[in-house]
Nanobody, 120 residues
Framework: QVQLVESGGGLVQPGGSLRLSCAASGRTNTMGWFRQAPGKEREFVARISWSVGSTYYADSVKGRFTISRDNAKNTVYLQMNSLKSEDTAVYYC????????????????WGQGTQVTVSS
């Protein structure tokens, strides 16, 4: 069992930045970030592999968000720049035992979520 704890959410103005963190109690193959806005389905944001650090992004965040990892701290980060109102959502960290991409059903462990609100 892997436990995930997210932090770093909050309120930010459009065009601003936030960095989310996800501390993992153990190591898996893939770490991902998903988000869910009110009334919408959970959607994939980004993912990274622990071993080689390969990354993959949703088109909606490509060029604005960056996922990274710190192997020594077992922590994954999501740097979010140029935030838009449509980025407002609860952001979830997830871990998959297998090498995978954006299919949320492939992820085995989930954090509790952290709220990100982009508003002026």
């Amino acid at each position: 069992q892997v436990q995930l704890v997210e932090s770093g959410g909050g309120l930010v103005q459009p065009g601003g930045s936030l960095r989310l963190s996800c501390a993992a109690s153990g190591r898996t193959n893939t770490m991902g970030w998903f988000r869910q806005a009110p009334g919408k389905e959970r959607e994939f944001v980004a993912r990274i592999s622990w071993s080689v650090g390969s990354t993959y992004y949703a088109d909606s965040v490509k060029g604005r968000f960056t996922i990274s990892r710190d192997n020594a701290k077992n922590t994954v980060y999501l740097q979010m720049n140029s935030l838009k109102s449509e980025d407002t959502a609860v952001y979830y960290c997830a871990a998959a035992r297998l090498y995978t991409y954006g299919d949320y059903s492939a992820y085995d462990y989930w954090g509790q979520g952290t709220q990100v609100t982009v508003s002026s």
